[in-house]
């Protein structure tokens, strides 16, 4: 099952690589590349990280968060 977000398309409106994520969240890169094509569903705590990197609320990464 696939998980819809907006992970991507924020990362790349940011101009961030899934290496500069990796830097300031210490998930990696690969575990995001996951998260991004909804193959992985990250835990709160993730999601916080990845929300707080971004500057951007969880719902707007998330929506079904």
């Known amino acids: 099952?696939?998980?819809?977000?907006?992970?991507?398309k924020i990362r790349f409106d940011r101009q961030l690589?899934?290496?500069?994520l990796y830097v300031v969240t210490s998930i990696w890169p690969a575990k995001i590349?996951?998260?991004e094509r909804g193959v992985f569903l990250p835990s709160s705590k993730e999601?916080?990280?990845l929300?707080?990197?971004l500057?951007?609320?969880i719902h707007e990464i998330?929506?079904?968060a």
Not at 17 to 20: A, F, R, V
């Open 1 to 8: 099952m696939r998980h819809k977000n907006k992970l991507r």
């Open 17 to 20: 690589t899934q290496d500069d």
């Open 33 to 35: 590349s996951k998260i």
């Open 47 to 49: 999601k916080k990280l």
């Open 51 to 53: 929300s707080k990197a």
């Open 55 to 57: 500057k951007t609320p």
């Open 62 to 64: 998330f929506p079904e």
